[in-house]
């Protein structure tokens, strides 16, 4: 099956700079890539989603980079804030499921 | 829109004792929707895909048995955990998909199920 792997597994940034997390995946028919935010005991909320066909997708401070061939996918925050600490999962669709990354804790010092 | 509750939010159950936990979309139709769990500090885990009127699809090592589940309408998925044990705590989460995609996934806020 599908796997998803997430580096670091925690990332301390200073507010104002910026975060980068990478992720790769295994399976090539995986087509989807939504990256989801979960606040601790809360439901996981996607913050930006790419597809397989794009390459890049920004959304104000929010980025996300595709490269196929590689199989790797980023995400990228700018102009950090406090709060964007949470745990943030890279996840990728294929097989008409989601296969979620090990998540990684992002902490923002304010 | 595309609101997903589930209820209860928190459970305590002895063990040996079954639990149900429900799943609801509110505003919208969900053909298909999903179970997942997840331990402290780790990732969501899909135990088992579930389409209106048809039996679950369990993720392999998901014991089908132990896990009950059921989606006798478009809004509406029950969890039931039978014979809960200690192992069975854990904060299970439901999504379900709206329109065509099965990717396109919102999560309802989760259930924490502690088994003493």
């Known amino acids: 099956g599908e796997n998803v792997e997430q580096h670091p597994s925690t990332l301390s940034v200073q507010e104002g700079d910026s975060a980068v997390i990478k992720c790769t995946y295994s399976d090539s028919a995986s087509n989807y890539f939504p990256w989801y935010k979960q606040e601790l005991g809360k439901r996981p909320q996607l913050i930006i989603d790419i597809r397989s066909n794009v390459g890049e997708k920004k959304d104000q401070r929010i980025a996300v980079t595709l490269n196929k061939t590689a199989k790797h996918f980023s995400l990228h925050i700018t102009e950090t804030q406090p709060e964007d600490s949470a745990v943030y999962f890279c996840v990728s669709g294929a097989n008409s499921k989601l296969t979620f990354g090990k998540g990684i804790t992002l902490s923002v010092r304010p | 829109g595309a609101v997903v509750s589930q209820h209860p939010s928190w459970v305590i159950c002895k063990s040996g004792t079954s639990v149900k936990i429900e799943c609801r979309s509110l505003?919208?139709?969900?053909?298909?929707m999903f179970w997942y769990r997840q331990f402290p500090k780790q990732s969501l885990m899909l135990m088992a895909t579930s389409n209106e009127g048809s039996k679950a699809t369990y993720e392999q090592g998901v014991e089908k048995d132990k896990f009950l589940i059921n989606h006798a309408s478009l809004t509406l998925s029950t969890l039931t955990v039978t014979s809960a044990h200690p192992e069975d705590s854990s904060f299970y989460i439901c999504?379900?998909?709206?329109?065509?995609?099965?990717?396109?996934?919102?999560f309802g806020p989760g259930t924490r199920l502690t088994v003493t």
């Open positions: 999504s379900a998909s709206l329109g065509a995609s099965v990717y396109e996934q919102y």
């Open positions: 505003d919208f139709q969900a053909t298909t």
